[in-house]
């Protein structure tokens, strides 16, 4: 169900505010005002806090652990106290941690009086203690500070509520692979305002940028402060790299492992369904489209569901009962996604070679809603006219735990990503997210952000050409079994 309200943004005044604030600003060099910018020699690495954005599914649990290990191994090296690490999924056994907001408390309680600065990274991130502590010790750390690798959006977007759509880059917001950090201070103040008022949106959805606007707090608290040293592109100084989001994990799941399930309607039969079999269709070997009508041209295959304007729970619960008949190949994978969807099915295949098929997967883009009320999180789908925006993973485990718990839709037009959320969560299966989905088109995304990916799929055809968005950002050169 799609969640975007297209708003008409902030006021020109509102973005001037951004430029014009306070302390924390940065300047037009990207770098800290510098009276700030003094050195604190009473800083050790036991003051710092670093905290990785880990998640429950084992994969992550032993890509985030080997960070940890990395960061005190450096400080062993280096004969210095160790900084704390703190892996996110434990520090809680509610799963809306990953938000970081309800997190804020939780540090704060814990580390908030001993610690000077929280440095929060990505699984993926590696962090240079040597260049970390100088960096850290330019600023202040009885200020409030809101340190990290500025992104900006290059037009008003969908993905942000069309935030700041008189001037977009005037807002600007952390790249997560790089780290970001916020100084103790800001963090017990920004645990504080927890307890006493509600988000404005019930739903999380894209972290970073909700991050950065909940800190500014429409003026009253930092913008953040360019730093150099947060880095995904490894160079001099750098306190923070980055690699890649597309690990390495031997093999790529077989063709034959993989069923694909494609979501469509007689709407889009003479304009989608052809681009879907003009740029990813041909890799996949079993794949099926469902749709409100059948059709042999393509073929279609109807499911005995109502057709409905939103939601369609009813239509994909009926693609995971025959993903689980013999109807279908028995496989591992069920991949359903929308006939809009732009996908790379290798790359998929490469990143699927990390998880453990014997294990509930379920993987795409997470969104959550209510986590700070003990909410849910689920793979982000949307409202469509035949058909939602989705694009989700599951394994056979994932799908048979789900429709033998007897947890089912209330409605067929009910939001079929949320259904599947709740009913996950109260399975206690976890809801695994890859930064490689993308909601939306890659015009809507930083280029910057893009750059360090090799992105699994995007979504939409409006006002772009499909095929030439699939060819340069999501084919590959190599052969597909390659990958």
Known sequence: MSHYAAKGGYSLVTVLLLWLGHAGASNETGHAAEPHQT?????????????????RNSFHVRVAEERKQEILHQSSQLGQEAPIVVLLHEISPYDGVWSIVPAFPLLSATYGRSARWFVFTEEGTRVRLPALKPLLLQYQPSEEWFLGKRLHDRDASIIH?????????????????????????LLRRLASRIKHERLKSDFTIDLKHEIALYIWEEGKGPQ??????????PKANCATT?????????EPVSKKDMVVAVKTCQKFHL??????KATWAKDAEYLEYYSDVSDDTIPTITLGVPNTDTGHCGKTFAIMKRF?????????????????????????RHLLSCYDPNEPVVLGERYGYGLLQNGYSYITGGGGKCHSVFRIVLSQVAVTRLMSSGC??????APDDMVLGRCF?????????????????PDDYPTTMLSVQRAVSFHKHWNIDPIAVFKHWLEDTRQTDEL
């Open 324 to 348: 689980l008949s013999k109807a279908v190949p028995n496989t591992a994978w069920l991949v359903i996604v929308d006939d809009d969807t732009l996908i790379s099915l290798p790359r998929l």
């Open 408 to 413: 089912s839709c209330f409605r067929d037009d």
């Open 271 to 276: 304009d989608r369904v052809p681009v879907v």
């Open 39 to 55: 050195q604190h020699p009473g800083l050790g690495l036991g003051d710092i806090v670093i905290v990785i954005q880990s998640q």
């Open 425 to 441: 969560t109260s399975l206690g299966i976890p809801v695994t997210h890859s930064p490689l989905f993308h909601q939306a088109r």
């Open 161 to 185: 509520h069309y935030a700041f759509s008189e001037e977009p880059s005037g807002f600007g917001f952390p790249d997560p692979a790089a780290g970001w950090a916020l100084s103790a201070p």
């Open 242 to 250: 980055f690699t890649t989001y597309l690990p390495d994990c031997g």
């Open 224 to 233: 953040l402060t360019a730093v150099p040293e947060f880095c995904v592109d």
